[in-house]
């Protein structure tokens, strides 16, 4: 925490206890809104209010594909932005200089805007970094690699296993399908030789998928797949709602799923992340497959469908086991172990928030970071919490602002409070028309956990540390 957040920390606590809740403010004046440039060539976004209260918010936004519009983002969605600004919040955040895995650009954008804010309005009574998906992975390295600039952080949905353990958790649904699927199709999983060809690699494997899909065979393999990268059962809003022990339509919303996995992160966002590494970053090099399928969350659901199916589950996973395996680059799991991999190391509080039902980013990886932070000795500056709800980043406007006052508390009292209770009442008084779906839930293990903090219990057989 700074020095002025700390001389001012008593009046702002009496400012917050005094400030009515937004939903009860008269209309604010407008904010002052500046966009500009940075010398990388990044643009960033500031929304300033005419009352402002001392708090800038940098906000770091998700993933984009190379090729795709890449504006500016200080907020995760526009009535976000526009109750916080007129709560009084300062919200900034720029567009990062490239797109992709661009880590290594966002990072210093990030600091750069928050710089060119500081010149142009004063210094913040409080900084606070924010962002959602990719955005949560470049909110937890500003965290760790740059603590004296912030004074706590808010990860949204975020990729916080770290670069390493997702591309390792990536590969294995795909590896499991080329393998049950099309063991000779010779369909390339890594190394490919630009964006085209990990398209065509897509597409083959999409089409294999699509039509085990017809049979209980590929079914039952294809839950297995999923079961390997903790994708539950129900992960889109827009998708049946299955019961406890309904597999057919679980598997089914699985399906939709992997293929979306297939068709984007597992080919041409790898694709893209190893022309920035040097080489592939993941191995499945050691893994157990058998012992990864009894720990994953959804492991009851392949049984039974390898049962309806007919087919033995031993003898599919005996096949995962005697399959040629993939190796990594040393050189390549070394620059994304330095840019995009985590100590657990927290200086100040960081609150966490996932959806249960998140196919892209499952909850598991917040069993990565906590695992990361407790081996880091930071265990108790974090804390989690999760919205019972499918998909991807889902949260509604009152959870995600109930989540950021639930970290102000943090900041201002040094104790924690966040359960479900607490959350849900946080969130009804932003909105009580709005329903708040914090639950208390507890991940399962994630999969592959590869962290800086027991970095020689997670190196790849073979290679040398990075």
């Known amino acids: 925490m700074n020095s002025r957040a700390l001389a001012l920390l008593a009046t702002a606590s009496l400012a917050t206890l005094c400030t009515p809740a937004p939903s009860a403010r008269a209309a604010a004046a407008p904010a002052e809104r500046v966009e500009g440039g940075l010398p990388s060539g990044a643009t960033y976004l500031m929304d300033m209010p005419a009352d402002w209260n001392g708090t800038v918010l940098l906000f770091s936004h998700g993933y984009r594909t190379v090729g795709d519009p890449n504006p500016a983002q200080n907020a995760p969605t526009p009535d976000v932005q526009q109750r916080l600004?007129?709560?009084?919040?300062?919200?900034?955040?720029?567009?990062?200089?490239?797109?992709?895995?661009?880590?290594?650009?966002?990072?210093?954008?990030?600091?750069?805007?928050?710089?060119?804010?500081?010149?142009?309005?004063?210094?913040?009574?409080?900084?606070?970094?924010?962002?959602?998906?990719?955005?949560?992975?470049?909110t937890t390295a500003l965290a760790e690699r740059h603590a004296d600039r912030?004074?706590?952080?808010?990860?949204?949905?975020?990729?916080?296993?770290?670069?390493?353990?997702?591309?390792?958790?990536?590969?294995?649904?795909?590896?499991?399908?080329?393998?049950?699927?099309?063991?000779?199709?010779?369909?390339?999983?890594?190394?490919?030789?630009?964006?085209a060809d990990a398209r065509s690699a897509a597409t083959a494997l999409a089409t294999t998928v699509t039509d085990a899909q017809r049979t209980p065979e590929g079914r039952a393999r294809i839950a297995l797949a999923a079961a390997l990268h903790n994708i539950p059962g129900y992960s889109d809003a827009t998708q049946p709602v299955p019961g406890p022990t309904d597999w057919d339509t679980q598997q089914a919303n699985q399906y939709a799923a992997v293929t979306g996995l297939i068709l984007s992160p597992a080919f041409v966002r790898r694709q893209e992340a190893e022309s920035r590494a040097g080489g592939n970053p993941s191995w499945n090099t050691g893994v157990d497959y058998t012992r990864m399928l009894h720990r994953s969350s959804v492991y009851k659901e392949v049984t039974e469908l390898y049962k309806e199916a007919g087919l033995s589950l031993r003898d599919d996973l005996k096949t995962l086991d005697k399959a040629p395996r993939i190796s990594a680059d040393p050189a390549a799991v070394a620059w994304m172990s330095r840019t995009s991999s985590f100590t657990g190391r927290l200086a100040d509080p960081q609150l966490n928030i996932h959806t249960t039902g998140d196919a892209l980013i499952p909850v598991q990886a917040e069993s990565a970071y906590r695992r990361a932070a407790t081996e880091?000795?930071?265990?108790?500056?974090?804390?989690?919490a999760y919205v019972d709800a499918p998909g991807h980043c889902t949260f509604n406007t009152v959870e995600t602002v109930a989540a950021l006052h639930t970290l102000e508390h943090r900041?201002?009292?040094?104790?924690?409070?966040?359960?479900?209770?607490?959350?849900?009442?946080?969130?009804?008084?932003?909105?009580?028309?709005?329903?708040?779906?914090?639950?208390?839930?507890?991940?399962?293990?994630?999969?592959?956990?590869?962290?800086?903090?027991?970095?020689?219990?997670?190196?790849?057989?073979?290679?040398?540390?990075p």
Request: overall charge positive; aromatic content about 10%.
């Open 376 to 384: 880091g000795g930071s265990g108790r500056l974090l804390s989690q």
């Open 85 to 138: 600004v007129d709560a009084g919040y300062a919200l900034i955040g720029s567009s990062y200089a490239s797109s992709g895995w661009a880590v290594t650009e966002a990072v210093p954008d990030q600091l750069a805007t928050l710089d060119a804010f500081t010149r142009r309005f004063g210094e913040a009574r409080r900084t606070i970094a924010w962002g959602r998906s990719y955005g949560g992975l470049v």
């Open 150 to 195: 912030f004074d706590g952080s808010l990860s949204m949905c975020g990729l916080v296993q770290g670069g390493v353990a997702n591309w390792n958790s990536t590969l294995d649904p795909v590896f499991a399908l080329r393998t049950l699927l099309a063991p000779d199709s010779g369909i390339r999983l890594t190394g490919f030789a630009g964006q």
């Open 411 to 465: 900041l201002d009292t040094g104790s924690w409070d966040t359960s479900a209770a607490v959350l849900n009442s946080r969130a009804r008084q932003e909105d009580p028309a709005t329903p708040a779906r914090y639950a208390t839930y507890r991940p399962t293990e994630y999969p592959r956990p590869y962290d800086l903090a027991r970095k020689h219990a997670s190196t790849p057989p073979g290679a040398a540390r």
